[in-house]
C-alpha cells in the first residue's frame, strides 16, 4: 500500500512537472505570437506613413507642373514690367520670385517609374547632401507589379540607411546606387562609404528588416555586407515576367 503511494506521488509529480511544461510552451508561443503581432503591425503603419509622404509629394511635382506650364506667361510679364516706365525695381522683385519657386520646383528625372523619381528626388539632392559624392546609374527597369507601397518601403528605407552611414562618414563620403536587369533579374545595388563598427555584419535596422519583408513576398533576396569602410546591400528580385 505504502509503495502504491509513493508510485501514485510519482505519477502525479511527473504530471504536474508536465502541465507545467505544456504552460510554459504555450505561454511561449502566445508572447512569440503576440511579439510577431506587434512588429507586424508596426511595420504596417511604418510603411503607410512613408506612403502617404511620398503620395503628399507626388501632388506637389504635379503643382510644379503646372506651374512649369505657366513659365511663358511669367516670362512675358517680367519682359512688360522692364519694358515700363519705373518698373525695374518690380521686375527685380518678380524674377526673385520666380527663382525661390523654381528651387523649390526642381525635379530630376532619374526613372519612368513615378514614385521611384520622387523618392530619388527627395533623398538624393545634392543641396540636402552638399559635401557627398552621389553616383546614381538606373537602367530601363520596370517596376510595375510592385505596388507603390512596396517601392517605397524598399527604396526610402535603403536610402535613408545610405545616407545616414554618409552623414556621420564626414570627408570623402560618396554613394553610389545602380538599379538594372541583369538575366532576368532586377538588380538594385546601393555601395556607400560607412565608418567601421557602424554596421554589424548580420544585423539589420528596422528599416532594412522591412525592406527584407517586402523584397521576399515578391520572391527577392537582400544582402548586405560590409567590406573595410564601405557597406554594400544588394536586392535581386525576379523580372517582372517571371514574377
Not at 24 to 31: K, M, P, Q, R
Not at 58 to 72: A, G, L, P, V
Not at 95 to 112: A, R, T
Not at 131 to 141: K, L, N, P, Q, Y
Amino acid at each position: 500500500m505504502e509503495l502504491y503511494g509513493v508510485r501514485l506521488m510519482v505519477v502525479n509529480l511527473g504530471a504536474l512537472v508536465l502541465l507545467n511544461f505544456c504552460f510554459l510552451y504555450l505561454f511561449g508561443y502566445w508572447f512569440r505570437s503576440h511579439k510577431l503581432e506587434r512588429q507586424l503591425a508596426e511595420f504596417q503603419m511604418q510603411n503607410e506613413l512613408q506612403y502617404r509622404y511620398y503620395a503628399e509629394l507626388e501632388q506637389k511635382y504635379r503643382e510644379s507642373r503646372k506651374i512649369m506650364h505657366d513659365m511663358k506667361n511669367h516670362l512675358q510679364a517680367v519682359e512688360h514690367l522692364y519694358q515700363a516706365k519705373d518698373g525695374q525695381e518690380q521686375g527685380g522683385a518678380y524674377v526673385k520670385d520666380l527663382y525661390h519657386m523654381l528651387n523649390l520646383l526642381g525635379e530630376k528625372y532619374y526613372s519612368s517609374n513615378r514614385m521611384l523619381n520622387i523618392i530619388c528626388n527627395d533623398k538624393l539632392s545634392l543641396a540636402r547632401h552638399p559635401a557627398v559624392a552621389i553616383s546614381v546609374e538606373i537602367g530601363d527597369v520596370d517596376f510595375s507589379d510592385l505596388r507603390d507601397i512596396d517601392i517605397t518601403t524598399i527604396f526610402a528605407n535603403l536610402l535613408d540607411n545610405a545616407l545616414e552611414a554618409v552623414e556621420a562618414f564626414g570627408e570623402g563620403a560618396y554613394l553610389n546606387l545602380k538599379i538594372q536587369e541583369v538575366h532576368h533579374f532586377r538588380v538594385i545595388s546601393i555601395v556607400n562609404a560607412s565608418r567601421p563598427g557602424m554596421k554589424k555584419e548580420g544585423h539589420m535596422g528596422v528599416g532594412l528588416e522591412n525592406v527584407r519583408r517586402t523584397v521576399e513576398a515578391y520572391q527577392g533576396t537582400m544582402q548586405c555586407e560590409i567590406v573595410g569602410e564601405e557597406y554594400r546591400v544588394s536586392v535581386m528580385l525576379p523580372g517582372k515576367e517571371d514574377s
